[in-house]
């Protein structure tokens, strides 16, 4: 039989801890996916904090009066948004990636709604989407995500987040050019090919004007736009690493922010 019993001061240092940890899992990949029932990461959040109370430094809180650990619970949630917010983000670089593909190739007006980030989407930027959050199972990567809120208890303690604006927005610009670079270079394949094909066609409606290059080369944009992304497809575990590569890249910069 389990018994747990907590005093007052052991009770605040718990929930601190539960709030960083909900905090993360509202935003974090994955976890955040609503077809996560709500119960489960509930029962995540509260399991992690019992597990994580008795492995992680308890520094003595310092605060006055209610008002005074409410300002302390609220540095926790932003603490834990942050660094889910960093894991997050990293996802858009398949979908930028994608929404070009599907501009090249003329498929950016076919969108589907993606209920995860509440958003249209382009066909293949949702299909690389949901092939990042396969790679992710598949790579036990949602541990590692959950690893590091919980050793963000050794760089950042409870209650001594010192948020360093300075440094978190050159995160945020280390990640848009990581987001144009990588993105450039998932979208290199369709981009060369699609670029050699609009030359040919260019030279073909010069010998040959009385063909509609402008109808034959909206078919032959998809249909050659198709076959790349199936040749290519092998390559989809190196852009898996190197999306992967900058979720540890950002949740790392930005926990260096708060410290």
């Given at each position: 039989m389990v018994n747990f019993s907590f005093n007052l001061v052991e009770f605040e240092y718990i929930f601190l801890i539960l709030v960083r940890i909900a905090s993360f899992i509202f935003?974090?990949?994955f976890f955040s996916q609503k077809g996560v029932p709500a119960q489960a990461k509930i029962g995540i959040a509260l399991f992690s904090a019992l597990v994580i109370y008795n492995?992680?430094?308890?520094?003595e809180l310092t605060y006055s009066g209610v008002v005074g650990y409410g300002v302390v619970v609220l540095k926790e949630g932003i603490t834990g948004l942050l660094i889910g917010f960093?894991?997050?983000?990293c996802n858009s670089i398949v979908v930028f990636a994608g929404s070009l593909i599907d501009m090249?190739?003329?498929?950016?007006?076919?969108q589907e709604f993606?209920?995860?980030?509440s958003m249209q989407m382009t066909s293949t930027g949702n299909l690389y989407y949901y092939l990042i959050f396969a790679m992710l199972l598949a790579t036990n990567m949602h541990h590692y995500i959950l690893k590091a809120i919980c050793d963000s208890f050794y760089v950042v303690?409870?209650?001594?987040a010192q948020f360093e604006w300075d440094s978190l927005v050159l995160s945020m610009t280390v990640y848009m050019t990581d987001l144009f670079v990588i993105g450039f270079r998932i979208f290199l394949p369709v981009f060369a090919v699609i670029m050699i094909m609009n030359c040919i066609l260019g030279v073909m409606a010069k010998v040959?004007?009385?063909m509609n290059m402008?109808?034959?080369g909206i078919q032959l944009k998809i249909l050659v736009g198709f076959t790349v992304l199936f040749l290519t497809a092998f390559l989809f575990p190196s852009v898996t690493d190197m999306v992967f590569d900058e979720i540890k890249k950002m949740v790392v910069l930005i926990i260096e922010g708060m410290y």
């Open positions: 935003v974090a990949p492995a992680v430094p308890a520094p960093a894991a997050y983000i090249d190739i003329g498929l950016s007006m076919a993606n209920p995860d980030m303690p409870i209650g001594g040959a004007p009385q402008f109808s034959i």
